[in-house]
């Protein structure tokens, strides 16, 4: 608001105020004001981050609940002074407003996901910018785990095997565990999800997750309004026990069990829930490559319904459905994605609340292009049809900046998590033009001419699924020519930008960096995919100008697990 107007407003307390409708309040929260005026943000159990904005006389008034109401705040700074944010550090905003209008509001907000989380790289992550998130509504992840033996709060994914500890549990119950062990880690790979799901069967794990769950819950407050997640390790193995194997012999699928456990576990937490805090305590599964299959079958009206009622969710438990291999180009109802579609609606048949992990980054190539931006609005339509309450984004969680338009990925994202229905080609006009400012029509264009001829290639049958970091695939796309071409028009556009140099350096500054990143990704494909196209020592050369490049832009990794410094020694460059 100051920036804007250059007006800086009194805050005063609501102690000993008086409404009247003559006077001039800007009220922020559940204040006593609010309260005289009965405005209050009457919260539905779909979600408690929306917000409400009302006019009361010459007063307005935003409030909400936990993040709700600086939601509502953002909204009247964008409906103000156009006020976007755009990525960490990225904010735009009108400067030198002197006329602002009272306008009569009477408006509420609800998200369309009611938990959002992004961690496509690891400031947005970590909090590096503590405004950017608020900005972008991200409200995080409300997900962890049980209490592990040593005293520290579990994560919510892969944590079953430290839940129920092999190294103190497995030689009394070796009956509890996948008798295939790893070797990296001297435990089983996965637990057995046949053992009786009674929570007074002591020669069941039950009552240890829950033991677990409940240490989590009373070790600080507010715990209680989490979800704990109980779930399956990170293999592509599960337990063929002979119990097992009869239940995936008469249902037809492995998850039977898993759901067995997950009930029994869920009913206990809620009865223990109600009786300490008032409320169930809310348990999540997790649907991911080897289990993703959902116990249902067709009814006569065509849609999914459970295989019996011992598969039924119980209200407190929800899934998260993670499905990794997932065509993310397009859009979970379209071609390419009929198996992930076909278990998202089965999921959906099981439980009211379905917690959605997308992959729309590519683990194994996160300095190529990231062209999935013309499938997230459908999506994420998808995604609320069946049931989807929470989304976290895992994109490119590990690296510490990110290229081939990953920005605008996340912008997207943010924007159709909170509101699906909102309009596409508006969102990239605001991006684009207040990211890139003077050199936006020149970015844009990249930015399509990329897109464009990534799903040219899909149409045309060049590729299938995602293009991951695969050489082979990616160079069907994008030719030597096209690299070559697009990096002429980086050229063209630090050419347009160097009048900046002296008129406005600081803007300078911040854009060429903006641009250098997006080059990054061009740059990258050209050295990796073609370096036949130049001599020895040509090569050498761009390629250590690439790595100062990179260093200097704060790059961490070229892929999940990747490094830049593993980069640097396949390229024969010293760290």
Known sequence: FVNSTGAVLPVVTDEGLEFSASAHYFSIGNTALASSQSVKYEYSAKSANGFQIKTV??????????????????????????????????????EGVTDLKLTDYDLTELPDIDMRANMFYMPLTVGTDPNASDAM????????????????????????????????????????????????SGMPYQLCYSVNPDINDKNSYIYI????????????????????????????????????????????????????VLNA????????????????????????????????????????????????FEPNLSIIYAPINTHYMVSMDEAGNEEYYRKLKGWAALSPSVRL??????????????????????????????????????????????????????????????????????????YF????????????????????????????????????????KNKKVYSYAFIQNMLDKFSAVYAKLEGLKTSSPDLYETLKERVEIEEISYRYMLLQFYPNQFTSDELTAKRSAFKADVTRLGF?????????????????LSD
């Open 433 to 472: 033009n207040g990211y890139f400012k003077s050199v936006a029509a020149e970015m844009r264009a990249i930015f399509e001419e990329t897109n464009d001829l990534a799903y040219h290639a899909i149409d045309m049958g060049l590729i299938s699924g995602n293009l991951d970091g695969s050489t082979e």
């Open 556 to 572: 961490s990794n070229y892929g999940e697990i990747y490094k830049v410094s593993e980069l640097w020694g396949r390229w024969g």
């Open 57 to 94: 006389g010459e007063s307005i008034f935003v409030v909400g609940e936990t993040k709700g109401v600086i939601y509502g705040v953002y909204e009247l700074l964008n409906r103000w002074f156009d006020f976007d944010c755009y990525d960490v550090f990225a904010y735009y905003y009108k």
């Open 137 to 184: 509504r991200i409200n995080g992840w409300d997900e962890i785990g049980p209490m592990y033996e040593n005293g520290t709060i579990g994560t919510s994914t892969h944590n079953s095997l430290f839940t129920v500890n092999y190294f103190k549990y497995g030689e009394e119950h070796p009956d509890w565990y996948m008798d295939e062990i790893w070797a990296t």
């Open 209 to 260: 997750v829950c033991d677990r769950m409940k240490a989590a819950v009373t070790s600080a407050d507010g715990m209680d309004t989490k979800v704990y997640g109980f779930t399956l390790e990170d293999h592509m193995r599960w337990c063929h026990c002979d119990r097992c194997k009869a239940l995936e012999d008469k249902y037809g699928v492995n998850t039977v069990g898993y759901i067995r």
């Open 265 to 312: 576990i869920a009913k206990e937490m809620a009865r223990w829930g109600n009786e300490n805090y008032g409320h169930p305590i809310r348990v999540a599964g997790m649907a991911y490559s080897i289990n993703e299959e959902p116990p249902v079958k067709l009814n006569d009206k065509g849609e999914y319904e459970p295989m019996d009622e011992t598969v039924v």
């Open 357 to 430: 992990w997308g992959y729309s980054a590519m683990p194994g190539g996160y300095m190529l292009p990231n062209m999935y931006h013309n499938a997230v609005q459908r999506m994420y339509q998808v995604y609320v049809k069946y049931h989807g309450t929470a989304l976290l984004e895992l994109g490119q969680w590990s690296n510490y900046n990110h290229t081939g338009w990953a920005s605008l990925l996340v912008y997207l994202q943010t924007k159709f998590m909170w509101n699906c229905q909102l309009d596409y080609a508006t969102l990239l006009d605001n």
